[in-house]
Structure formats: C-alpha cells, structure tokens
C-alpha cells in the first residue's frame, strides 16, 4: 500500500510540529512507522492522503457513534455556520444540549459547558475540592483522566503508550496530592483513605476504563466506592467521557446503577467537534461561579456549532432500535473475533463493553493496569500493521479502545473479520 504523500506530510509536520502530531495518541511510536495523514471521511471509511481507503475503528477516539459525516449533524453543523459560530453570550442551544444530557443522565442535576474532557476533568476535581474543603483525590493506574497535572500519575492513554505516566512539569506537591489506587481493588481504596483521613476530597474513576485498552469495572468495585464516599464525605466523579452515551444510553452508570455525585463527559455530546462537560447534584454544582466561589470559565465554552452538533447527534441516539442495533454489530465483532484467534491458536483477550472494545494480545484476563501491560505489545504491533495493509484502521497502541458505530453494518463486519483472518495468519509466520 502505498504512503508516500503521508510520510512527507510527516516529514513536514515534523519541522513546524512537535512529533509532527498535535496529540502523542496520533503518533505511531509504539507500533513502528510514521503517522497516516487523513483527508476525507464518510460512514464508516477514511481516505490518506494518498487515496487508500480504511474501514475505521478509531471513530476519532470515539465521538462518531453515528459515523462520520452523518446528514443530521452535518446539516446540524452548516446550518449554524450560516448563523453565527461563536457568540461569547449564551444561546438556547446551550440550554437544549444540557437539557437533553440531563434526561439521558437523571444524575446530573445541572450542567456546565466546557471545551475539551481534559477542561471538565480538571473542573470537576477543582469543584470537589472546593466542595469539600480537602486537597487530594484518589486516581486509579491505567486511568486516564486528561493531561491536567493532578492527572499525570501512573496514567494511562497516550502517557501509558509513550512510557511517560510520570510527566516531567508535574510539581511535586501536585503529586502528594494524587494518590493512586489499584483499579477494581477496593482494598487498595480503603488504605488510601485510612491513611489520609479526612483529606481526601475526590475519587475519579472510569467506571469503563478506555485509556488502558478497554477494562469493566466490577459491580463489587463500584458499589464499594459509592459506600466508601458516601461513608467518609468524598465526592464520587465517573469519568465519562469515552463510556458517556457509548456504552449505554445512560452511560455506565445505567448499566452498573449506581449514582455518582458529579460526572464528566465529552466527545459524543459534541458529535465530533471539541467539547465537553462537568455535572452532577445541584448541592455540588451550585459551588461554582457565578453562583458559587469555585472559579471556572472558558471563552469557547458552548460553541453553538458544538452544540448543534451535538444535539443533532443525541436525538439520532433516541431513536428506537438504535442501541439494539449497535450492540448487535459489536457482538458479530467480538464473535468473529474469536472465531479467528481460535483457528490460528492464538492466546488474546478481548475486552467489549457495549461498541467500545480492546483485543490484548495477553495470556489471561485483563481487569487491571498490570495485567494490560503485559500485553504483548510487539505482536500487537505487528498485528496493527497487518491490519492497516488490508485497510483496516485501528488504533495505534495496544492500550486504546477500538469503536463500533451505526456505520458499521454487517457488510463491513464481514469485510473486517475477512481482513483480520489473513492478519493473523501473518502472525504465525
């Protein structure tokens, strides 16, 4: 297959650029090779620079639930365009997209806008703190909240990709106020709490973990967290962000039922322009400006095409059926999946939680930080390669999700499975 108009694109970027990408997840380090530079998107396809068409399971690390380029959005988007892309004054549409997340989330009791899930990450940890009069939040390893600073401990996504969970910039007081945890350990909770007794004002998690390749949490985890917070005055926050609308019409929290006190969210509710958002119980929320001390603002904050965007996106997902059909799609994946390892004999794992999944080349269950990286990374490596050859698009990193979408039809499924067979049958060469 040819790249040669992406690896001078590369060469290119790379001189104005740091890495020649403008987000480490996009750079291919840890796969081997150079970044693929993309120019058009449609369905469930993307098209190089060089003409090469890919079925595409990165979906734009998942904001495309619909597909790219889906008529309701994209009228959504232009029609809006014509109206005004910016305003810096509030507009109803901010006011429709908070109330339309509010009747898929009945957690959230009010709402705030911002532009990235990084922005809502570190939103929601600063409003806790300033809810609770503490310092420190509890993070899980493998957990990855945004690059916010309180964040960039034991991380996950592209800093677990890059061998740089620890980033250099981070204070070291922001660091004594980030305690980690073992994700789906609730011991390793409980000690943390213990020793840091009424200091602790937070505990985030990704109640569907995505930033180390998909990992569930268990029902025992999460309701021991509830238990945990509720016992000892600590603001319990869902990362959302990738699982939010993805998983479930509600989110994770529908499927585990369990309530959390704030919840951050992003990428889908945005319907693929940059957005995000931070809500949760109106007690809480009522503490940030202008109604409360916790200072928060952003200029971009409620774009009105964002917002168009993801209006349009949320009522597509309210359709009847729709769920139902997603789920069907992602299940064939996972089916001919491992129909496909078993008749190579080859020892992987895959992780599913409704249309977001993970297959780890690993010899047993992954349910942690430690047993996702024991991946092997080198035979994913290979097996990414292969699978670009054939036109597949997938993740550049053992220790990303890939996504299914309403695009993906049984067609495409069928031409992925076909495309997967002969890579894997190069692994054995």
Not at 130 to 146: A, L, P, Q, S
Not at 227 to 245: P, Q, T
């Amino acid at each position: 297959m040819n790249q040669s108009k992406s690896k001078a694109l590369f060469e290119r970027a790379s001189k104005a650029i740091p890495g020649g990408v403008n987000s480490p997840v996009r750079a291919f380090r840890s796969v081997g090779g150079t970044s693929i530079f993309m120019t058009r998107a449609e369905g469930c396809y993307l098209w190089d620079a060089d003409g090469n068409r890919y079925i595409d399971y990165v979906g734009s690390w998942g904001p495309f639930i619909l597909g790219h380029g889906h008529p309701a959005v994209i009228e959504a988007i232009v029609r809006q365009a014509h109206i005004a892309t910016s305003f810096g004054a509030p507009s109803e549409l901010e006011i429709e997209l908070a109330e339309l997340i509010k009747s898929f989330l009945p957690s959230i009791d009010l709402i705030r806008m911002v532009s990235s899930g990084t922005e809502a990450t570190m939103s929601a940890i600063r409003l806790a703190r300033g809810f609770t009069g503490r310092e420190k939040i509890i993070k899980f390893e493998g957990c990855y909240h945004g690059h916010a600073d309180s964040f960039l401990i034991k991380a996950g996504s592209g800093a677990l990709t890059l061998g740089v969970p620890n980033s250099p910039g981070v204070t070291e007081g922001t660091a004594r106020d980030t305690l980690n945890a073992r994700y789906n350990d609730l011991a390793s909770v409980e000690s943390l709490i213990v020793a840091n007794k009424d200091k602790v004002a937070a505990i985030i998690v990704e109640p569907v973990a995505g930033n180390m390749g998909v990992v569930a949490s268990t029902q025992p985890f999460l309701s021991g967290l509830r238990k945990l917070c509720d016992d000892n005055g600590i603001v319990l926050i869902f990362d959302e962000v990738m699982s939010g609308f993805r998983v479930a019409k509600g989110g994770a929290q529908a499927i585990y039922k369990i309530t959390p006190d704030l919840t951050t969210l992003g990428k889908i509710i945005g319907g693929g322009l940059p957005v995000g958002a931070f809500g949760g119980k109106q007690e809480i929320m009522s503490k940030i400006s202008p109604v409360g001390p916790v200072y928060q603002a952003g200029t971009l904050s409620g774009n009105p095409l964002a917002m168009a965007a993801g209006i349009a996106t949320l009522n597509a997902l309210n359709e009847q059926g729709f769920y139902e059909k997603l789920e069907a799609s992602a299940t064939k994946l996972e089916e001919g999946t491992r129909k496909n390892l078993e008749q190579f004999h080859i020892h992987a794992t895959q992780n599913r939680v409704g249309s977001m999944a993970t297959l780890f080349f690993a010899d047993g269950p992954v349910t942690d930080y430690e047993s996702a990286t024991n991946s092997k990374t080198d035979l994913y490596a290979r097996y990414f390669h292969a699978m670009l050859e054939r036109g597949i698009y997938l993740a550049p990193s053992q220790y990303e999700a890939h996504f299914v979408s309403a695009a993906h039809d049984d067609e495409v499924i069928e031409k992925t499975l076909a495309a997967q067979k002969e890579s894997l049958h190069t692994l054995l060469a």
